[in-house]
């Protein structure tokens, strides 16, 4: 097994504690995107009515998630109109109704205090998106990350996992054990999270439960287990590398036969950072069989890989979704975020990201326009949204922790 380039592969490419320190721009526009929307609609939230300190609440939160969905501009009076009361004391008493070009809903809710008027907020937000762009909205999910607080004597990052909302609000901490983390990522049903860890004193993956905190070993191999992640049509069938059999290698694995389909057979080679295709049939993974980190995609029925990405020194940590697979490539700069269709080829390759900033281990929303990714800024690194629409919102930071936050993955 190459041990170098391995080592590379899990380590270089998935823990941002390696990247150099740089100097970069505070903020910069998103550039040469390939995914299309449609134009933005004029929206007006001009004849709501707000008071009470829940009612206000639930008012900043939907224009909040309205404006980060990217699918909107505000106007007096819009093409989409939203009216009608948020009112109460303590809680809300929600009497709304959303108009458009012939058509409407009427929202009647009450919401006991700001964080059920919050929620409720997300889900109106959500609501009006699917209703008037008919694309899935962004405002109920949510982000898993890694929170490197530091390093232990003998250089070894002290981290754990954490969840917030999209907009940074609830943050909660998953993991206790200040040890290594690398890859989270969701289940299809949005509170199971498949992460590596080196708790054991060695690489192997875990699964926790958001809602009751519970944490539990995916399974027990020989050697290292990493990269799990759910089949978007089968959430029984799980992608994982393993080396019980000596290298590195794709696998699927049904979670409750525990019975293994190895897919790739690359003897002096590793890979790493599986992904699936949203119909489920293929997987593209990252291997150096060619001597450098470069994408590949293997057809899960017949075990057939091609290589995927051919120029550049380095292309990693792909994410994929119905616009195409997201990934970070170093091609002569530091990484950047690209996105690919992959039937088409690298002829297709768009950056989301300038060539002066350094951005790493890219997730796609549950919307398949915005990517979460982690962003390089001198001492720090944090997470920041990018719109991939064509002529999308310039990035932003959607909390605001300080200090060392990797890894993000959002929810689906």
Not at 121 to 127: F, G, K, Q, Y
Not at 160 to 189: A, E, F, H, M
Not at 341 to 349: I, R
Not at 352 to 375: F, I, K, M
Request: hydrophobic share 40%; aromatic share 10%.
């Amino acid at each position: 097994m190459k041990l170098r380039n391995f080592s590379f592969l899990f380590i270089g490419c998935c823990l941002l504690t390696a990247m150099a320190p740089m100097s970069v721009a505070a903020e910069a526009p998103v550039i040469d995107v390939n995914v299309k929307g449609v134009a933005r609609q004029s929206l007006s939230l001009s004849g709501v009515n707000a008071s009470g300190a829940a009612g206000q609440t639930f008012y900043k939160t939907l224009q909040n998630d309205l404006f980060r969905s990217g699918w909107y501009r505000f106007a007096q009076a819009g093409q989409v109109k939203v009216t009608g009361s948020l009112s109460g004391a303590s809680g809300v008493t929600e009497a709304l109704t959303v108009a458009w070009p012939g058509k409407r809903f009427a929202w009647n809710r009450a919401a006991v205090d700001t964080a059920s008027a919050r929620r409720h907020a997300h889900e109106l937000a959500d609501a009006i998106v699917n209703a008037t762009t008919g694309e899935r909205g962004i405002a109920q999910s949510q982000f898993a990350m890694v929170y490197q607080s530091g390093k232990t004597r003998t250089g070894q990052a002290i981290q754990d996992l954490y969840i917030c909302d999209y907009d940074g609000q609830n943050l909660k901490r998953i993991t206790s054990d200040s040890s290594p983390i690398v890859g989270p990522r969701w289940g299809t049903d949005g509170r199971t999270l498949y992460f590596t860890s080196y708790r054991l004193g060695y690489a192997a993956v875990f699964k926790a439960d958001v809602k009751t905190g519970s944490v539990e070993r995916l399974a027990s191999f020989k050697g290292l287990s990493t990269g799990a992640v759910p089949s978007p049509k089968d959430p029984n069938q799980v992608a994982i590398i393993l080396s019980h059999q000596g290298n590195p290698e794709l696998y699927v694995m049904n979670v409750v036969t525990k019975k293994l389909v190895r897919l790739t057979r690359t003897k002096l080679a590793a890979e790493a950072s599986p992904c699936w295709s949203p119909d489920g049939k293929r997987i593209c993974y990252v291997s150096d069989a060619s001597g450098s980190p470069q994408l590949y995609i293997v057809d899960v029925a017949t075990a057939q890989s091609r290589r995927l990405t051919l120029k550049g020194g380095e292309s990693v940590q792909p994410d994929w979704s119905k616009h195409g697979i997201v990934f970070a490539t170093r091609r002569g700069a530091p990484y950047r975020i690209a996105l690919m269709n992959p039937d088409v080829g690298e002829s297709s390759l768009r950056y989301l990201t300038p060539v002066n900033e350094q951005y790493e281990s890219p997730s796609w929303a549950p919307d398949g326009r915005h990517v979460v990714a982690a962003r390089k800024q001198g001492k720090e690194t944090s997470l920041w949204v990018l719109d991939a629409a064509e002529k999308g919102e310039a990035p932003y930071k959607p909390f605001s922790g300080k200090g060392t936050w990797l890894n993000p993955a959002w929810s689906r």
